[in-house]
């Protein structure tokens, strides 16, 4: 089978604790000429992930279309409202682009705690098993990608992405009157993106265009890469 080809800028940003690895699978259906990625997991504080971002921005000198997974999603949605000139759509996957509830701050801070107390924080099977569709729950290789994404980002990546993300606004009002295009994918059993977020999220953004991907949890990209590989050439490719 040929690669689906896309034919404007498109630039990908990651989730937490994931690098290219997160998008590989999505990319090999892909033929993108013009494609760029944010490493999240260089930068100390959100004032590089932004700096980061919005130098592959400047990577193109037309608009272009920015999809973010996760973390990812919201890095790219305050790069969008900060440079909506420069972006032609916004495609979410697997984030809310809201505030983090109590109970998820709490959470990480009880992580950060771990790591300043150099204690092991490494990811039980249990803790994995949230991340995918029922479907893949034996699926080897997947939970080893993002064990091994875990072990070679490590703890000081986490620590900084968690700081970074941890004062997050919602950002979905601000998103309701852009101008560019809005897209919200998420898993259909997303664990970490309940489908009542999911929903209110569609209906706060009437405009955009959403999608459940079947047979996916939040690890969408890596869960079904082909799905995920073909909506992006069928509605971002316009």
């Known amino acids: 089978m040929s690669n689906l080809k896309i034919d404007q800028p498109v630039v990908f ?4 604790l994931c690098d290219e690895r997160i998008f590989n699978p999505c990319w090999q259906y ?18 590089q ?7 592959r921005l400047a990577y193109f000198e037309q608009k272009v279309h920015l999809v973010g997974f996760s973390m990812g999603g919201y890095i790219a949605a305050l790069t969008a409202l900060t ?9 979410l996957i697997g984030s809310t682009c809201s505030q983090l509830s109590e109970l998820d701050k709490k959470s990480r801070q ?7 107390n150099k204690q092991n924080i490494a990811m039980t099977e249990k803790h994995l098993a949230q991340f995918f569709h029922q479907s893949n729950q034996q699926n080897v290789d997947l939970k080893s990608l993002v064990k091994q994404m875990e ?3 490590g703890a000081g990546v986490l620590m900084a992405q968690y700081e970074a993300t941890a004062d997050r606004v919602n950002l979905i009002s601000k998103l309701a009157k852009a101008k560019f295009v809005v897209n919200l994918l998420a898993g259909e059993h997303d664990k970490l993106v309940s489908k009542d977020a999911f929903d209110n999220m569609v209906a706060m953004l009437p405009n955009a265009k959403s999608h459940v991907i079947k047979n996916a949890g939040h690890m969408s990209p890596i869960e079904q890469p082909q799905v995920l590989a073909t909506w992006l050439a069928e509605n971002i490719n316009k």
């Open 49 to 55: 992930m932004k700096m980061l971002s919005n130098d």
């Open 13 to 16: 940003l990651p989730g937490t």
């Open 151 to 153: 072990q070679d980002l």
């Open 110 to 116: 009880q992580t950060l705690r771990l790591i300043k």
């Open 83 to 91: 440079n909506p000139e420069r972006v032609k759509s916004l495609t």
């Open 30 to 47: 892909l033929d993108i000429p013009m494609r760029a990625f944010v490493p999240l997991q260089w930068a100390q504080d959100l004032e």
